[in-house]
């Protein structure tokens, strides 16, 4: 089969584009007019980092991962820097990711200014990583650890969170059909007027007493309250100094030790005067001890009772003259008769008057 010339030319150019393809892939790292400074780290592992990844320092490209391979026990990192003091011996070398989406690269810290430049050629210290592999398996590792008891808590505490709420429900309805003082509270209308009259008066109340009426304004807005107060006080301490000191008849009292002397020997003739009487010496223990004294009075009190029956009875001479009434009417009688004496006397001489008052009377 002849193949056209338009065939050819397309045949041509789809050999130039794959050729030119395996020419980037096979020359991208090849750069020969850049220096570049070899040095190899080892990781316990290299997950996400690949080779032809970054080398940075503080974020700024420095270099690129040449291989990665297994190392005995770890994983052998090699990789170049184009500028020869990017590495010191203190430099320390961690795989980092550069995004959430799992991009990755080989990050160097500066290391201290006073340590020397690293040989090419030499590992660079490691420090351990953590990326999105070792997170997630943690934190599965850890799940069950930390889910299971908050799952146990919810479990058990279900049964009451649900009577709770269920409890709650019922109140909230209650409170909302206007049921009890809580609801009526709420419900009632009129609480708030109340609470708004209350609120009136109550700033009235205020009102008069920051202008001072009444008598807890004045108190609290007076000032002649304080300076009576701290006068008071001044007074009072200057009483309780002179107290102290003896002045006066109460610090007398308080102070004056005779006070006491005197008031024990009071007792101390209490005492002996109660002794004695006690004992039944003297007017006032025969009065309290001698029973003698309650025998005479008794018996006078018996006499006394019995001449009082028989005044009241009537017997002998003042008992008729508290009983009868003949002697009255025979003494206001004498007395009439006494007065018509009287008055003729004025009238007659001595021997007349003398003469009338015998005829009178007898």
Known sequence: MVMSTEQKVGLFFLAALILLAVMIELVQDWRPFEDQYPYHARFESAVGLKVGDPVRVAGVDVGKVKNIAIDKL???????????DSVREDSLAQIRQANMLGGTFLGLDFGSG????????????????????????????NQER????LGDMVE????????AITRLERIMTKI???????????????????????????????SRLDDGQGTLGKLMNDPALYDNLNHTMINLAELSNQINSGQGTLGKLLVDDRLYEEATK???????????????????????????LYDNAS????????????????????????????????????????????????????????????????
């Open 299 to 362: 018996n006078s009190m018996s006499r006394i009772n019995s001449i009082a029956t028989k005044i009241d009875d009537g017997e002998g001479t003042l008992g008729r003259l508290v009983n009868e009434d003949d002697l009255y009417r025979d003494a206001k009688t004498t007395l009439h008769k006494v007065e018509k004496s009287v008055d003729g006397l004025s009238d007659t001489g001595p021997l007349s008057a003398l003469g009338v008052v015998l005829g009178t009377l007898f």
């Open 114 to 141: 006073e340590s020397k430049i690293l040989e090419p050629g030499s590992e660079v210290q490691t420090e351990g990583n953590s990326n999105i592999d070792q997170l997630l398996t943690n934190i599965d590792r």
């Open 176 to 206: 909302d059909e206007g049921e009890g003082t809580l609801g009526r509270l709420v419900n009632n209308p009129a609480l708030y007027d109340e609470i708004t009259a209350v609120s009136s008066k109550l700033n009235l109340l205020l």
């Open 266 to 292: 009071t007792l101390s003739n209490l005492n002996s005067i109660s002794d004695k009487v006690n004992q039944g010496e003297g007017t006032l223990g025969k009065l309290v001890n001698d029973n003698t």
């Open 146 to 149: 930390v889910l299971r008891p």
């Open 74 to 84: 770890h994983v052998r990192v090699d990789f170049y820097v184009n500028l020869a």
């Open 156 to 163: 058990d505490s279900r049964k009451p969170l649900t009577d």
